[in-house]
């Protein structure tokens, strides 16, 4: 087993894991994908390791809520996108790239949720 695939089946993806996946999406950015948005290019990563690495059927699913006043988060599905757009461009990933069909956005607004009528 490679040595790349040793660190993406431990879980430690690496810069040049990372770059392994950039190249993958076709991303031009010259980003550092183990930078400000690792937490997002680490998911992106082992959806391309359980897909292209193990053949696994994986799927991402991306949870954002909106109107969660507590965490001063973004109110509406509006500004969750226009944020998305922001990083997406800075990582240098189209909005139709190799994994793309395979990654879902779900946004749930906290303030139509049973807890939050509770309170």
Do not use: C
């Amino acid at each position: 087993m490679k040595q790349e695939s040793r660190d993406f089946s431990r879980g430690r993806f690496n810069r040049d894991s990372l770059e392994e996946v950039k190249d993958y999406v076709h991303s031009a950015s010259k980003a550092d994908w183990a930078g400000y948005f690792y937490q997002y290019t680490n998911r992106l990563a082992h959806l391309y390791f359980l897909r292209e690495k193990l053949g696994a059927d994986a799927y991402l699913v991306f949870v954002y809520f909106v109107g969660d006043a507590a965490m001063h988060g973004p109110r509406s599905r509006d500004e969750w996108e226009s944020a998305l757009t922001v990083m997406k461009r800075y990582l240098g990933i189209d909005k139709k790239h190799r994994l793309s069909k395979y990654m879902l956005d779900v946004f749930v607004d906290v303030r139509d949720s049973i807890y939050h009528s509770a309170i």
